[in-house]
């Protein structure tokens, strides 16, 4: 590959590329985090859901909340910074999923037999109306997330930097992904979701409960942000309330990459998204990434139309 | 038909429009037309009773011998008043408002009015040349305007210098300090004459410019013994223009540039570019771009990444709300700010005066630009105090004959092309969370514009 | 009610005509107030609102090329902002004086709009066999894409500094003189009432033609492809040709719109004006007043790009001017100061009308008769929907 290429003549030749992998895969773990709330609301009612991303930035807001209110980023040892992490994910997770089940139930739930179009255009009101409670909220300005993980390298003193921050960051993806993949595959709920997503009438018929089936869906969804937005807050480290705009578009693009609907599909596109951009930052041009990361996704979706994983995988969620 | 609705739209059409409809186009045009011309003709004919056409705004103003010598003067202010610049704005609007405040809100026999005017919005987050050109365009509309004080962006300069050119309305900038805009021979080739379609000059501004600033970051560099640096900007008017001014000053100083990226301003993080420049191992980073373009991010990935080295950015990052994007605990001792001027906490001399009245009137410190607002409002002031006629004209004239002000920020001018005489540029570090300064650059003591010096 | 029976299809009723004349009649009905009432109305009485029309007149140009592919046709295009900013660019090249081509704008306006439509088969030609909200993310990426080309070629569109300045039209004299005695002056800065007419009359022909083109043979088969493509074709329409030629006629609607939109601006300006919130915001416009019908259409601009442009600016400058005589300069805090400031609501308001209209009129506020008729032909409904659309 060319950027391989181009990554040897580079200075430090390897190391670099190394560090750019993993730059990219930390990203794009992230993205792929977010893609997941994406990919399981699509995938259960088709409804691209554009407040995702904003409820994933409200996350972020009262994940800085709780932070100044506690005083977590003073917490001296380990233990309490793994303690309050672990809380911040809990609580976090527990708002941002009451909150989108409210929204579902709210603003969703009865437009489930409009025009398709009907529910995209609440999404897109209720994502502005995310917003603004989030300017209302916090303001305009970006503001900074203290920082609660430490920056050594756990690496030592290696060229390459890998923090205790990236390492909690693929831990939980890795968790979360798998955790939804049993729980698509192997439990009831999961069975009862597959069945929803494949012909909500048909499981109905059969004694399933749909609408408890897509408020699950939705719990799931927006706990899945909540998540996002407490590794959000600690990794990248800065919030505004605009935020949930360009990360819901990467995630939303990743999940479609992967074939939306599907849960190793969104963690695969996010990935792809996140070593695009880190590799194309690193060897092409930074102002150029964007544009890059659409034109691989043009070019996928012209060549397999449902996405990487779409086809092998035929059941949605 | 089950439907009633549908059965209320389609109605019953009277015959005659009946069979306009029928012949679908030519009707339509056929009673367009008629409209088009039988009732512009009656209310032309209502208009020509009137005496002298009021209709267009401008010639109120322009026509010079019976203008007004008292009346409602306006004076827009065109500022981001939404989105992450609202902090800075604030403050620049209350420094507009304590000038007017201190006239009084009169000159001569004149009464002021302050309009103070959004051109961002809040879907954006940031100004929008559509929302700039409204309000250039309102602002060139109404006969009672006499000054624009504005805007804050260079780009959004370029979009309502035309448009008030035109007007020949007086333009203010408390912040503008793209090259291009006033000066020749600089910016694009073009330049400035594109923004300036009447031939003539409305447009002044009361901070130093980018050529300024781009050089003197650069020669600060030279003078920390910075070898190496790496320029970063945020692809936009201003950033680019200033990394690009920086550049040209680094390769005369035998400064040895390492490379120039422009960042994509809607990415989240920049840890890759980030690592990128660590392994060319920079004594610099330079950034030119603003608080809204990411520059706070910058400086938090710079340390994800563990770059070690310094950042310098320029005057667009020169407001409180850059610290708490970039983390204070980032920034501390690593950023190195570029400012066309000198921030409030050093003013001196009357520049101490303005800071003292503004906190005691707001109750808390200005930011860094809010003293430009004032001194550019007391400018205008000056301007129609010296026209001594609500006349568009006489007060540009007026302006540009400004010479040896006594403001805040010293005695200065505006010289021919509308841009000030006062080369004062500072040096500021960030430290424990507040922009400090640290020492003069450029020309700084050749105008002698203030008493005391802290060097 | 029968299907088979022939949907109402003449466009120009007696409200259009009314509506119209309201609007050809505005400019003048300002300055005979201003002439009649001098104290009451100042002598710039109803020139900001003219000028904020014509824009809106821009913009409603803009939401009908993009009713073309979404209402009629059902391809759910998220990138119009993208064909826009093509139109935009095209013009910009064609007239700025720093390029030697230096149009005449007629020439610039019919080139912008083709050389969107190009584009826009561009990228019809590969995705269509792309359905739904796969079909939806190409048009998005597309849109990125462009805009992150506009902004990074700087050697043709000086990227994020624009094209500027965009000279106004030229009036010929044989027309000069006509609007002359109207008392407009042939000054395109200093009067509005100029681009007014401009865009308005521009307007109306490309209302007229989409009138007639809904009815027309391509038009019928694009509505027959939104409701069921693989009936469609069955029935002998040639799908692919016309999917492509409805992506053309958008994208090449959304260039006029683009052209207009430099040449009143004078420049054009950032390349990040032409992004997915346009896009977004436009769609809104086009599903909120109703899908697929041309009032609706124009309904929904009205509304909400009046709303955001015209009502809120002006409700929040006299809320401020409101605040400051009743709180006498006292200096509240940040908090309070956010809550009481119309700007920072206004996105929760466009939010809330969004999905109010959604859930109380899902087929919007104006929607084409035959939409309607589909969507309340089963009325009261059945509480599931069929499978498919899950």
Redesign the interface.
């Known amino acids: 590959m060319l950027t391989l290429l181009l990554a040897a003549d580079s200075i430090s030749g390897w190391q670099l590329f190394v560090q750019q992998c993993l730059n990219g895969l930390t990203y794009g773990a992230l993205i792929a985090l977010i893609a997941l709330g994406y990919t399981m609301v699509y995938g259960i009612i088709g409804l691209i859901n554009f407040a995702h991303g904003d409820l994933f930035m409200l996350g972020t807001f009262l994940t800085l909340t709780l932070i100044n209110a506690f005083g977590l980023d003073t917490a001296a040892s380990a233990w309490t910074v793994a303690i309050s992490v672990a809380a911040l994910l809990i609580v976090v997770a527990l708002f941002c999923a009451v909150l989108n089940f409210s929204v579902d139930r709210l603003i969703y739930k009865p437009l489930r037999n409009a025009p398709k179009l009907a529910p995209l255009v609440s999404a897109i009101g209720v994502s502005f109306i995310f917003q603004n409670v989030g300017l209302l909220w916090k303001g305009p300005a970006d503001l900074s997330v203290p920082k609660l993980i430490s920056q050594r390298n756990l690496l030592g003193d290696s060229a390459i930097t890998f923090t205790p921050s990236d390492a909690v960051l693929l831990v939980v993806v890795a968790a979360i992904m798998s955790g939804l993949t049993v729980l698509v595959k192997f439990t009831r709920l999961g069975k009862s979701m597959r069945a929803v997503s494949q012909d909500p009438v048909a499981a109905q018929l059969m004694g399933i409960h749909v609408e408890r089936v897509i408020g699950s869906t939705f719990l799931i969804g927006g706990g899945l942000a909540g998540f996002a937005a407490v590794i959000y807050s600690m990794y990248i480290g800065t919030i505004g309330f605009q935020i949930g705009y360009i990360n819901g578009l990467y995630a939303f693009t990743a999940a479609v990459l992967g074939g939306i609907g599907n849960i190793p599909g969104a963690v695969l596109g996010g990935i792809v998204i996140g070593m695009v951009r880190s590799l194309g930052s690193a060897y092409v041009e930074e102002r150029w990434t964007a544009a890059i990361i659409f034109g691989i996704l043009i070019v996928i979706l012209i060549f397999r139309p449902s996405g990487l994983l779409g086809e092998r995988m035929r059941e949605k969620v | 038909m089950a439907n009633p609705r549908m059965k209320a739209i389609v109605s019953y059409p009277p015959a005659i429009m009946q069979n306009l409809s029928r012949r679908n186009i030519t009707g339509y045009l056929l009673v367009g037309l008629f409209f088009a011309g039988a009732l512009p003709c009656l209310s032309g004919c209502g208009e020509s009773t009137g005496q002298s056409k009021p209709e267009p705004a401008t010639s109120v103003a322009v026509s010079t011998d019976n203008a007004a010598t008292s009346g409602i003067i306006r004076i827009v202010s065109s500022l981001p008043r939404t989105g992450s610049a609202k902090l800075q704005t604030d403050t620049m609007v209350n420094g507009i408002k304590l000038a007017l405040d201190e006239a009084a809100y009169k000159v001569g026999d004149f009464s002021l009015e302050l309009e103070d005017r959004d051109d961002a919005t809040a879907a954006t987050g940031d100004w929008t040349p559509d929302a700039e050109g409204d309000n250039a365009r309102q602002a060139a509309n109404d006969p009672d305007v006499m000054v624009y004080i504005g805007p804050y962006n260079s780009g959004a300069a370029k979009v309502s210098m035309p448009i008030l050119n035109r007007a020949g309305l007086l333009m203010i900038s408390p912040a503008n300090t793209a090259v291009g805009l006033t000066k020749p021979g600089l910016g694009e080739p073009d330049e400035p004459a594109i923004y300036r379609p009447t031939g003539k000059k409305n447009y002044a501004r009361v901070v130093p410019a980018d050529d300024l600033q781009g050089t003197c970051a650069a020669e600060w560099a030279k003078d920390m013994g910075i070898k190496t640096v790496y320029i970063l900007d945020d692809n936009s008017f201003y950033g680019k223009g200033i990394a690009e001014m920086f550049r040209q000053r680094c390769n005369e100083l035998e400064i040895d540039v390492l490379g120039h990226d422009s960042i994509d301003t809607k990415a989240q993080e920049f840890r890759s570019k980030m690592t990128s420049i660590k392994a060319l191992k920079p004594d610099l980073l330079y950034y030119g771009g603003t608080t809204q373009t990411k520059g706070g991010q910058i400086c938090k990935d710079m340390v994800a990444a563990g770059l070690k080295c310094k950042l310098m950015v320029p005057d667009g990052c020169m407001e409180n709300a850059f610290i708490q994007a970039a983390g204070p605990e980032n920034a501390n001792e690593r950023v190195y700010v570029t400012f066309g001027g000198v921030p409030p906490e050093n003013q001196t001399g009357r520049g101490k005066e303005f800071v003292e009245r503004y906190k005691k009137r707001f109750g808390f410190m200005p930011e860094a630009y809010a003293i430009y607002s004032y001194e550019a409002t007391n400018a205008a002031l000056e301007a129609i105090r010296k026209a001594g006629k609500k006349d568009r004209a006489a007060i540009i004239e007026a302006a540009f004959a400004i010479k040896d002000f006594p403001g805040a920020l010293g005695n200065w001018s505006f010289d021919e092309n509308g841009d000030t005489t006062l080369h004062k540029l500072s040096g500021n570090i960030v430290r424990s969370g507040k922009f400090e300064f640290v020492r003069l650059l450029g020309d700084g003591n050749q105008q002698k514009p203030m008493g005391d010096q802290k060097k | ?1 029968n299907p088979s ?1 022939k949907p ?1 299809t ?6 259009d ?1 009314l509506v ?2 309201v609007f ?2 505005y400019p ?2 300002c ?2 107030t ?3 009432f ?1 104290s009451w109305a ?3 009485f109803g ?2 609102l003219g ?2 029309l014509s ?1 809106l007149f821009i913009f409603s140009i803009l939401a009908l090329g993009l009713n073309v592919a ?1 209402g009629y046709t059902g391809l ?1 295009q998220l990138g119009i902002a993208a064909f826009f900013g093509i139109g935009v660019y095209i013009t910009g090249i064609l007239r700025v ?2 390029y030697p081509f230096q149009l005449p704008f007629t020439a610039a306006l019919v080139l912008s709009a083709l050389g969107a439509a190009l584009c826009g088969l561009v990228l019809g030609a ?2 269509l ?3 739904g ?2 079909l ?3 048009t ?3 849109g ?2 462009v805009k ?2 506009l ?2 070629l700087e050697e043709i569109t ?5 094209l ?2 965009i000279p106004p039209p030229h009036l010929p004299p044989w027309l000069a003189v006509p609007i002359g ?3 407009i ?1 042939n ?1 395109w ?4 009432r100029l681009f007014y ?1 401009l865009t308005l ?1 521009i307007l ?2 490309v ?3 989409l ?2 083109l809904e009815n027309s043979r391509l038009g019928r088969s694009w509505v027959a492809i939104r409701e069921d493509e693989l009936a469609a074709t069955c029935m002998g329409i040639n799908a692919p040709r016309a999917k492509l030629a409805s992506f053309a006629a958008s994208a090449g609607l959304a260039g006029l719109a683009g052209c207009l939109y430099a040449t ?4 054009t ?2 390349p990040n ?1 032409y992004d ?2 346009r896009s ?2 436009i ?2 416009c086009v ?2 007043g109703g ?1 697929g019908s041309l009032r609706g259409v124009l309904l929904g601009v009205l509304l909400l790009l009046g709303f ?2 015209i009502v809120s ?1 002006q409700i ?2 006299t809320l ?1 001017s409101w605040l400051q005589h009743l709180g006498g ?1 006292v ?1 509240s805090s ?1 908090v309070a100061e ?2 009481l ?1 119309f ?6 308001i ?6 109010a209209i ?2 109380f009129r ?2 919007g506020l104006w929607p084409s ?1 035959r939409l ?2 589909e ?3 089963d009325e009261p ?1 059945p ?5 498919n ?2």
């Open positions: 009610m029976q109402p003449r466009f120009l009723k007696r409200w005509v119209l004349a050809v009649f003048f009905a300055s005979l201003r002439t009649v001098p100042g002598p710039t020139n900001a000028d904020q824009t979404v759910l004086p720093s590969p995705t066999r792309l359905r909200d796969y939806a993310l190409v998005l990426g597309f990125e894409v992150v080309t902004r990074n000086a990227g994020t500094k624009g500027n300045p005695w109207l008392g002056e000054s800065e200093t009067d509005y007419f009359g109306v022909i209302i007229a033609l009138a007639n009143k601006l004078t420049t300006a950032d004006t997915f919130n977004i915001i769609l809104c599903i909120l899908l955001d442009n600016p929040n400058s401020q300069g200096q940040a956010r809550l400031s700007s920072n609501w206004r996105l929760m466009f939010g809330l009308a969004l999905v959604m859930r899902p087929e008769a309607q008729h969507l309340h032909w409904r509480p599931l929907p069929n499978s659309s899950a």
